[in-house]
């Protein structure tokens, strides 16, 4: 079964084409980071215009790179939830019109499932049950994966999403945005010991997280220096910040692995790129007898193979939308 996906959630418009869930066809992805990054984060409205300009071309190009024509494609999938409500309803709208023209099915899909998606592509033994880790710019989520449609949310952020504080501190920092991985490549230069930043633990809710603690941390740190008239060893910072964030990711999902008795763990979203994370979760992992899947670094962040991949699943499971879907800025991953 042939999938075009499109995904328009947030500033990358892309488009693919997956067979059956796990061979990816095509894959375009249009970053619109360079527009963005005057504004040190995504404008919406920009976000909005610029996948307006860009959808019918990449749809074409995920076509046209996998040597398909609309005849070929068995269904339309598109992200309709979580995300910028504008840069969402372009992608919807286009995939709408795009089914009822074709008379294909039109599938929905939750932008947060495809982040774990990008696992089946990228691995194709992997199946549930498992515990997925998902960091991304807006979600930071431990989940119980125990069917590819059924999801139990275990814990989450009580405040900012993992990435949300990776680039907030790299804003302190002076670096540009997106800033996550500019934090990454300048905390292999750093001491992590450098500097101790606060780790929240919930007693009640082991699984759960907190950023905000980290991030005020950070900026503290960086305002009392300056205000000094010393210069911050950025690198340090940097590599102080990474080893705060990641170690209560790695150790809150391993423990919940453990807790719940599934030996396989996976990664998801645009966090789960770094390189400090992906280290802690190999070896964490191995000391624990765990089987580790995370996705190569390019179907870590927004791409829609990953869309193409869980439509498959969805559509297995029966899961159609009319021309009445919408686009919904929030919506749970259960
Ligand atoms: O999953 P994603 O592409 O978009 C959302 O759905 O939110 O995640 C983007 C987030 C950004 O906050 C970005 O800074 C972060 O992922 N990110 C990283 C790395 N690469 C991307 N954070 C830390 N280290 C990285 N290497
Ligand atoms: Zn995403």
Excluded: W
């Amino acid at each position: 079964m042939n999938i075009l996906a499109i995904e328009s959630s947030c500033d990358e418009t892309a488009a693919a084409v997956v067979r059956d869930g796990r061979e990816v066809l095509s894959n375009i992805v249009n970053t619109q980071i360079a527009e963005h990054i005057k504004y040190g984060g995504v404008v919406p409205e920009i976000a909005s215009r610029r996948h307006v300009t860009n959808i019918s071309y990449v749809a074409e190009a995920a076509l046209s790179e996998a040597s398909l024509t609309m005849a070929d494609v068995d269904a339309v999938a598109v992200t309709y939830a979580p995300g910028l409500i504008g840069a969402l309803l372009v992608g919807v709208n286009f995939a709408k019109g795009l089914a009822y023209a074709h008379k294909k099915p039109l599938v929905p899909v939750h932008h947060i499932r495809s982040h774990v998606a990008a696992n089946y592509i990228a691995h194709r033994e992997l199946k549930p049950p498992f515990i997925a880790l998902i960091a991304s710019g807006s979600h930071s989520h431990i989940v119980l994966v125990s069917d590819y449609t059924r999801y139990k949310i275990l814990g989450r952020t009580r405040d900012d999403a993992a990435g949300e504080a990776f680039d907030k501190a790299a804003r302190v920092l002076g670096l540009p945005y997106p800033g996550g991985v500019h934090i990454d490549r300048l905390s292999r230069e750093g001491d992590a010991k450098a500097i101790k930043f606060p780790r929240v633990h919930f007693k009640d809710a082991p699984y759960d997280f907190s950023f905000s603690g980290v991030k005020t941390a950070v900026i503290n740190y960086a305002h009392t220096l300056s205000q000094r008239g010393e210069s911050i060893d950025r690198a340090d910072a940097a590599a102080s910040f990474s080893e705060a964030v990641t170690g209560i990711l790695s150790e809150n999902v391993i423990k919940a692995a453990l807790d719940f008795k599934v030996g396989t763990v996976v990664m998801a979203g645009g966090v789960c790129a770094n390189s400090m994370l992906r280290e802690k979760l190999e070896a964490a992992a191995g000391r624990h007898g765990l089987s580790l899947y995370m996705p190569p670094v390019a179907l870590c962040t927004d791409n829609a193979a990953m869309v193409g991949s869980q439509a498959f699943y969805e559509y297995e499971n029966g899961r159609r939308a009319d021309l009445t879907l919408n686009g919904r800025s929030a919506e749970s991953i259960e």
